[in-house]
């Protein structure tokens, strides 16, 4: 199985994006799944960041390579007019994912007499004004939970179309970024909401995040390894700070329970590291990870390109497709970790999950040609370049 889920692998790219991209899709699917004991050894549980932070910083990685190409290539009108493109496709997913998801919910809490979803997956607003949610849903001004990551990702891109001319100077791109992250959260910009509580994730502030992923993609990686080399003192260090912000993170989450409390001041500093405005200690914590992973991790891993790999790999190639899938997912695993309780349920429900997305990215880059294009036979000397 996982040889013919190799085959659909394309060639030719950053594995290690891939992988850790499929793997950040799939700890999504497990923490938006309450009540999935999986979910505590996922990498909130470890870190100041989460599978998010990541995704954004590797979707601004993925975009730096496929665009700062095309804007070498093409020029600025016909890059932006990809992006815009791109942008495009996220939209409709977007709405497409948002009706199914507020049928999904809906027609759980009437089925089951479970109202308390509606509310606490802000879907109220819909019920009480379906016409105008669906209005403000079209101007993403409404975002029930979980669908909220799209409706970032779609606003910094199209930020990112409106600033590739910088993608050749990254002191430039990096200082208007910070510039503008700087003035989003010591001045509370963000874009407006029809419900008043703002945007979960302002992409005002978390455009840094994707540019800094944008220079990183464009930068030559011998040029990289030598401004950030390793060093295994540093790397060390960094590995204490995890560890102890693991230690500290659940100590503060779990700690009352078993009698332990943190000190009032150290609570309230941890409750002031916001996801809303990326706080900056966040930034640093997904930075530093990034670096470990960047030397642990070489570019050329065997492993990486080997079948037990590939569903990871094919997940993250095929992110939207399978990001979709996993919020629908996530819900119907709530359902049934409610519905039932128990070690086989829980193995059951991540199981069944992870094999459900993986079978998605399988149906999602069949359809897309990948597995055709690397089945097709190879055409002889002598008819390369003919029309067919």
Same mark, same amino acid.
């Given at each position: ?35 999935? =004991? ?101 101007? $993403? ?31 430039? =791109? ?66 204490? =700070? ?61 492993? $990486? ?84």
């Amino acid at each position: 199985m996982f040889t013919s889920i190799h085959s659909l692998v394309r060639p030719g790219r950053d594995l290690r994006v891939d992988f850790i991209r499929g793997l950040a899709l799939w700890f999504i699917f497990i923490d938006h799944t309450p009540g999935n =004991l999986l979910g505590q050894m996922t990498l909130r549980n470890v870190a100041f960041c989460d599978a998010t932070e990541g995704f954004v910083l590797l979707a601004g990685y993925a975009a730096g390579i496929a665009y700062g190409r095309a804007m070498e290539r093409e020029g600025w009108a016909h890059a932006a007019a990809r992006v815009a493109g791109r942008v495009g496709t996220l939209y409709v997913a977007h709405i497409f994912l948002f009706v199914v998801f507020t049928a999904q919910v809906g027609f759980s809490a009437a089925a089951l007499d479970q109202a308390a979803y509606l509310d606490e997956l802000q879907l109220d607003p819909f019920g009480a004004e379906p016409y105008r949610a669906m209005l403000e849903a079209l101007l $993403l001004r409404y975002q029930p939970a979980f669908l909220d990551i799209l409706p970032l990702y779609i606003v910094v891109l199209a930020m990112f179309a409106l600033v590739l001319p910088l993608i050749g100077r990254p002191g430039w =791109l990096l200082a208007a970024s910070l510039t503008l992250y700087a003035a989003a959260r010591l001045l509370d910009w963000a874009p407006p909401s029809w419900t008043g509580s703002g945007w979960f994730f302002n992409p005002l502030a978390w455009q840094l995040l994707f540019a800094i992923g944008v220079v990183l993609g464009r930068a030559d990686p011998q040029a990289l390894a030598r401004r950030f080399p390793w060093n295994r003192w540093l790397a060390a260090l960094a590995v204490l =700070l995890l560890l102890a912000t693991a230690v500290l993170l659940n100590l503060t989450w779990h700690g009352p329970a078993r009698g332990w409390e943190v000190p009032e001041w150290l609570a309230a500093w941890l409750s002031d590291v916001d996801k809303t405005g990326l706080h900056p200690v966040r930034v640093a914590s997904v930075l530093i990870m990034a670096w470990l992973v960047a030397h642990w991790l070489p570019a050329g891993a065997r492993w $990486l390109n080997g079948p037990p790999a590939a569903p990871f790999v094919l997940m993250g190639q095929q992110g939207l497709a399978v990001f979709c899938a996993g919020i629908f997912l996530s819900f119907l695993g709530r359902l049934a970790l409610e519905l039932a309780s128990g070690g086989w349920v829980q193995a059951a429900v991540n199981l069944a999950g992870l094999a459900a997305l993986v079978a998605i990215a399988v149906v999602s880059a069949w359809y897309g040609g990948d597995g055709k294009r690397r089945r097709a036979p190879a055409l002889p000397a002598s008819a390369q370049g003919a029309t067919p």
